[in-house]
């Protein structure tokens, strides 16, 4: 696996791999891999010839007093996971090398940046945003993998592609879990034992919600009732949000429609650490 660190030389690689007409899969990530990252590798090397993954903790995408600093960054370790899980090439630029000096150039997607994550995080999209476009235009790739647990990013990165017509298929990838049904995040590790033990409850409530979709329930206002009980039966559990919303556009939805398909997305606070999970379903 090559390790590249200069934009430039990522741009001219990706450049003499297209010449030489080969797909290229690209896997944007923060780093502090787990499974979750390694899934999406998988996919885009069952949908491309060569694998980049990035390993870049995008400053522009945190708030003031968020996590920037103390955010993982196990380099080694993320090196080796990303050769083991057969990446080709993993870019790992400075925050001065992608963020030249006099920067000031941004990217707005605008009615996706609002509501949910965008209301607690308001500079968030604006960064995740402007830092994709850049490390797809370096990265020139035909296939990019997301995780759908950050399901309003993925919405997002979506509208960004078609709105600025980029070459690029997006993928989004099923969330991965572990055993007792907490969705993979690089952040799990800030949770203490009593909150990770506690965390299940939102795999819990969507799981409930699950059935109660199966059991014939349409009305968003009962299944988000039950979601908003199921995670308030944990008292360390805050829950920010629970919602029904269109996939495509990210509109929270009055009434569900066959045909369609949903997210029930959700964010919740154990002590300073907040989680998001979220159940796809199509009716
Ligand atoms: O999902 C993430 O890890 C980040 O938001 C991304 C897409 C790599 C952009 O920094």
Request: proline share 5%; aromatic share 8%; net charge neutral.
């Amino acid at each position: 696996m090559k390790i590249l660190n200069e934009p430039k030389e990522l741009q001219r690689l990706a450049e003499t791999i297209r010449l030489q007409e080969k797909r290229i899969g690209f896997v944007p990530t923060m780093g502090a891999l787990h499974d979750g990252h390694l899934s999406l590798v998988k996919i885009a090397k069952q949908r491309a010839d060569v694998v980049m993954v990035s390993v870049f903790v995008n400053p522009l995408q945190f708030g003031k007093n968020e996590d920037f600093e103390r955010y993982p960054r196990p380099f080694e370790r993320d090196v080796e996971l990303a050769r083991l899980a057969g990446a080709d090439i993993l870019f790992a630029p400075s925050a001065a090398a992608l963020y030249g000096e006099g920067f000031q150039t941004f990217v707005e997607v605008r009615e996706i940046s609002k509501g949910f994550e965008g209301d607690v995080r308001p500079t968030h999209f604006r960064g995740v945003a402007t830092v994709v476009l850049k490390l797809l235009n370096l990265a020139k790739p035909h296939v990019a993998v997301f995780g759908e647990k950050d399901a309003q990013q993925l919405a997002l990165v979506r509208r960004m592609v078609a709105d600025l017509n980029l070459d690029v298929e997006i993928v989004g990838a099923p969330i991965v879990r572990e055993p007792d049904g907490l969705a993979m995040s690089s952040r799990n590790v800030y949770l203490s034992a009593e909150e990770r033990r506690e965390a299940t409850i939102l795999y819990r409530a969507l799981q409930e919600a699950k059935r109660a979709l199966e059991s014939g329930e349409r009305n968003p206002d009962a299944l988000k009732r039950l979601v908003v009980a199921t995670i308030s039966s944990v008292p360390i559990a805050t829950l920010d949000y629970a919602e029904i919303v269109c996939a495509e556009d990210f509109s929270p939805t009055p009434a569900l429609q066959s045909g369609k398909t949903y997210f029930l997305i959700l964010a919740a606070r154990f002590g300073k650490t907040r989680l998001l999970d979220n159940l796809r379903f199509s009716l």
